[in-house]
Nanobody, 123 residues
Framework: VQLQASGGGLVQAGGSLRLSCVGS????????VGWFRQARGKEREFVAV????????YYGESVKGRFTISRDNAKNTVYLEMNSLKPEDTAVYYC?????????????????WGQGTLVTVSS
């Protein structure tokens, strides 16, 4: 499975962005897809995850109420809608896919990773 993340850019605080993660390859398999982010000098942080059906979602505490994850399996695409952005949301955002997880927030559990897209939020 190959993942391609896009949609990053420069936005002012309070603004919005929508990231996309397009999958290709063995997309008939049922994968949960998560978003992680990594700010400069910091560890990779869990942002959100969505089950294959889209019926289950989880969010990191720092983004709850501001970010929404969704997916369109017909388009092999997962989205991350980011609202009320803050300077501390500045990071490279990665999407990742996993068949099964025991800890959805653990980056080590994910099997496939996209290349990342940079989000910069100015104050």
């Amino acid at each position: 499975v190959q993942l391609q993340a896009s949609g990053g850019g420069l936005v002012q605080a309070g603004g919005s962005l929508r990231l996309s993660c397009v999958g290709s390859g063995r997309t008939r398999s049922r994968y949960a897809v998560g978003w992680f982010r990594q700010a400069r000098g910091k560890e990779r942080e869990f942002v959100a995850v969505i089950s294959w059906s889209g019926g289950t979602t989880y969010y990191g505490e720092s983004v709850k109420g501001r970010f929404t994850i969704s997916r369109d399996n017909a388009k092999n695409t997962v989205y991350l809608e980011m609202n009320s952005l803050k300077p501390e949301d500045t990071a490279v955002y990665y999407c990742a896919a996993v068949h099964y997880y025991s800890n959805y927030a653990a980056a080590s559990e994910y099997d496939y990773w996209g290349q990342g897209t940079l989000v910069t939020v100015s104050s």
